[in-house]
Structures are given as structure tokens and as C-alpha cells.
């Protein structure tokens, strides 16, 4: 049986930074704690914190399941948390300008250009262009487990359009508001100021020369799985919140209507795909984007976050690379490290996969939100002899990794007080500086023995609390 570290405990003993939490919660009547839970449950609903689940028979929306029980992280380990999603980041911004100029890297024979130039997320009309401020990912969301002995893994880097920082920001709403004695008792660093952080970061990104910049959130609308989010963080930067069809292009500048007739836009925060983006340029179907939006972008008078053509760099084929990505533009060694891949593309790695494929997980390279994937451990002899189908015919289309024994918190299920896998998802923004709040959306598996967090697959939140040194 595999042995998984514990966030609270260690052989037994409570660990330092999880001691003033324990305390306070063996002082808790149980069906104290269990009320608080339906108070939680009850108030996300009221408010309308869902998301949607497409093809879900139940419905089109779900409650995300939270969990009263934080997630706490002392400020040393966050400290260095912060310095390897700084410097990831940062390099992830580097070869993204890189391969839509110099290619320098591939120059370099470090990744092979099919990987690149064969990319279904790399985007020709982008070659030359010129970004403001040379940033193509403004926010992003990487994906950290731990396993072993607690070493700390990238999972996975999202930097097209990463969901998920709305949960944070109300999970700590909702535990303050519960549990105010908790943050009398314990120095948690605050994340409530994101909104003011993210909106800074986007007007520091304007087009050359707009010293007051308008910025706007795009949503593709009320029926997108991430329409609470993209509504909640426009209300909270105090900015409009505008579908493509609000927007329009002229004279080479994008404007939005308004009651008191057109107003320049000039930072886009786009939460909508590219292929949606300018039905002129890309799906000549999208009635979602902005037609013309592609030519003001080339002539650099807006800006979208995250720009055209950044999902290169968050496809899963790409992700072995990243670690070489540090030392090549940087000269550094890696904080975070990656975990150990094989690309099916390659012949050896393909024959290895295909001999281990119980023990492995494997995922699409495009893949998102927990589909595509296949948990060895986990399936059938049945799952796992059609997956095996699929990766013969299309090898390339795949990665895979071995089965991390991810940490587990203690997490209140129906049953009590039992251990439940998690993940982390700080959220990094990329603008003149490199900043972030102490924390993240900690996700967690709710099923017993499941390793696949995901909302989509069933998985719920976790307030997480970095300590203040």
C-alpha cells in the first residue's frame, strides 16, 4: 500500500504550522462543525457559486462541494513556492515571445520545431508581433502536487485562459465568515486583495502611449462553465464585464457600446478560446469574437490577456521542456522541478508506456479538466486495453507520467474527519513585475482513493492558508 504524506501530521505528531488549527478544532462539538458545513454549502448556493458541467444529465449547473478544513502552508515553504513560480513563469514568457520571434531555443536544438510548428495551440498570425511589454501569459495558473516525502511537483501550467482564482477568493470569504476566531488565532496572509492586484497588472500592460487605459473582462457568456467567475472578477475590479458582441472594431481601435455611446477599449481581459476570438482571422463561425480584433492587436493598440497564441506553451508536449526553458533563458537551475515524463511521440518512451500502462496516468496533450486521461491504477483491464487502442494509433497525442502518491488533508466528509488527496493552483501574474497572493485554490478529491481532483470529475475546494512568518 502506498504511503502518502500527510499535510497535518507527521508519524503521528501534529506538524508546527497545522498545531493552533488542531487545537481549535478538537474544542469543536462535531455536529457544531457539520452545521457549519450546511451553512456553507447553503450560502454558495444562495450566491450562485456553480459551475457548469457540459454533457451532465443532472444539469447544466453544479455546486462545487467546499471543505471547512484549510489547507495551511508555512511561510518558509511558501517562500519558495513563490520564487520557482516567479522564475517558471518568467521563462514560460520568454520562449512564448521567443518562438513568435528569434526561435532561438529551437535554434539551440533544445525542442524539436515540429513540436512547435505541428502545435495545435500555435498560432502563425502571431509570428513578429510585438507585445506590450513583451508578456504573453498575464495570469497563470500552475499546477503544484506534493508526493514522496513532501517534495513539491509542477503538474501542469495553464496560461491561456486558468479558471479557479474566483473559489479562492470566496472560500476565504466564507471561512472568515464562519470562522472569524480561526484568524484571530492564527497569522493567515490575506488573498482578498487579488482583484486590486490583477486590475493594476493589466493597466500596466496598455498599449504604448494610454496613460488611463479602459479594461474590460470578455466572457463567451452566461452559458460558459466559468460565467460566475468571469462576471465576479469584473464586479470586483470594477470594470465591464462584455460579450463580443458589445464590442466592435474602427479606425483600427476597438471600441464597446455603452448608453452614453462608444468608448475605447485598450486591455482586453479575454476569458474565450482563440479560435473564438475574430471570426475574420480564425473560426469564420465564432459569433463570440470581434471581428477586425486581430489587426488592432498586430498594431499594438489593445492588449488582450492572455495574448493570441500562448497556449504553446501550456500544451502538455511542451511541458518536459520547461525545466531546459530555465536554464536557457535564465541561467538558472530550476526551483520547481517537473515530474518525470515520457513522450509517447518517442519510440522508446511509447514502448515503455505500453509495458507499464496499469501503473501509469497517461493524458492528451491538449487535454483539460481531467478528461482524456487514463489513471492505470484506477481502471479496468477493460479502460485500459481500449486506451491502449488509442495510444498506438496516435502516440504523439500523449504523455505520460508515473501514478504520484499525491499528499492528502484532512477533510471533512460525510463519514467525519478523513484524508483526502489535494493539489494547489497559486495564480501568477506576469505584467511590469512578477506578483502573486500568498496562496492559491487548493483542490481536493473527494472520493476516497481518487487522485483526479478536477471540479469537472467531481472534486471540491479548500480555503488555503499561507502562515505570516
Not at 482524456?372 to 495510444?391: D, I, K, N, Y
Request: glycine share 8%; charged share 20%; aromatic share 10%.
Amino acid at each position: 500500500m502506498p504511503s502518502f504524506f500527510n499535510e497535518m501530521t507527521d508519524a503521528g505528531s501534529t506538524r508546527e504550522h497545522y498545531r493552533e488549527f488542531c487545537r481549535w478544532l478538537e474544542q469543536q462539538p462535531a455536529d457544531s462543525v457539520a452545521r457549519k458545513r450546511a451553512e456553507a454549502d447553503l450560502s454558495f448556493r444562495r450566491v450562485g457559486i456553480t459551475f457548469a458541467v457540459y454533457g451532465d444529465d443532472a444539469g447544466t449547473e453544479r455546486l462545487i462541494p467546499f471543505d471547512i478544513i484549510p489547507r495551511i502552508i508555512p511561510a518558509q515553504e511558501w517562500s519558495m513556492l513563490e520564487r520557482g513560480l516567479a522564475q517558471r513563469v518568467k521563462a514560460l514568457n520568454m520562449f512564448v515571445h521567443d518562438i513568435y520571434h528569434g526561435q532561438n531555443i529551437i535554434r539551440a536544438g533544445i525542442i524539436p520545431a515540429e513540436q512547435i510548428f505541428r502545435n495545435a495551440q500555435y498560432r502563425p498570425e502571431m509570428q513578429g508581433i510585438d507585445v506590450a511589454a513583451g508578456i504573453y501569459s498575464h495570469i497563470a495558473g500552475v499546477d503544484i502536487v506534493r508526493a514522496g516525502q513532501g517534495e513539491f511537483y509542477v503538474l501542469e501550467d495553464n496560461l491561456r485562459v486558468p479558471s479557479g482564482v474566483s473559489y479562492m477568493l470566496e472560500d476565504r470569504k466564507m471561512m472568515m465568515r464562519l470562522f472569524p476566531d480561526l484568524f484571530a488565532r492564527n497569522r493567515v496572509a490575506p488573498v482578498d486583495h487579488y482583484p486590486d492586484l490583477l486590475l493594476d497588472n493589466l493597466r500596466s500592460v496598455a498599449p504604448q502611449g494610454v496613460d488611463d487605459p479602459t479594461v474590460v473582462v470578455m466572457t463567451p457568456g452566461m452559458y460558459n462553465s466559468a460565467y460566475f467567475e468571469h462576471a465576479f472578477l469584473a464586479q470586483q475590479m470594477g470594470v465591464e464585464l462584455v460579450e463580443g458582441k458589445d464590442l466592435f472594431v474602427n479606425d483600427n481601435a476597438v471600441y464597446m457600446r455603452t448608453t452614453h455611446g462608444p468608448r475605447r477599449v485598450d486591455v482586453i481581459y479575454r476569458r474565450l478560446d482563440d479560435d473564438f476570438l475574430d471570426p475574420l482571422a480564425f473560426r469564420a463561425d465564432s459569433s463570440l469574437g470581434v471581428p477586425g480584433l486581430l489587426s488592432v492587436y498586430r498594431a499594438g493598440r489593445v492588449t488582450l490577456a492572455n495574448a493570441i497564441g500562448t497556449g504553446v506553451a501550456d500544451d502538455k508536449s511542451i511541458y518536459p521542456f520547461v525545466p531546459d526553458m530555465i536554464r536557457f533563458y535564465l541561467s538558472e537551475e530550476p526551483v520547481l522541478h517537473n515530474v518525470p515524463t515520457w513522450q509517447c511521440r518517442k519510440p522508446a518512451d511509447l514502448d515503455y508506456v505500453l509495458a507499464h500502462l496499469p501503473e501509469l496516468v497517461v493524458k492528451e496533450v491538449h487535454g483539460a479538466g481531467g478528461y482524456g486521461m487514463l489513471v492505470g491504477p484506477a481502471s479496468t483491464r477493460e479502460q485500459v486495453a481500449a486506451f491502449r487502442e488509442r495510444l498506438v494509433a496516435r502516440p504523439d497525442g500523449y504523455i505520460a507520467q508515473p501514478t504520484l502518491a499525491l499528499s492528502n488533508c484532512p477533510t471533512f466528509v460525510e463519514s467525519g474527519i478523513a484524508p483526502r488527496h489535494v493539489d494547489l493552483r497559486p495564480f501568477v501574474l506576469s505584467g511590469k513585475t512578477v506578483s502573486m497572493v500568498p496562496g492559491g485554490l487548493t483542490r481536493v478529491a473527494l472520493q476516497e482513493g481518487s487522485l483526479v481532483v478536477n471540479s469537472s470529475q467531481g472534486g471540491g475546494t479548500k480555503d488555503t492558508w499561507v502562515l505570516e512568518a
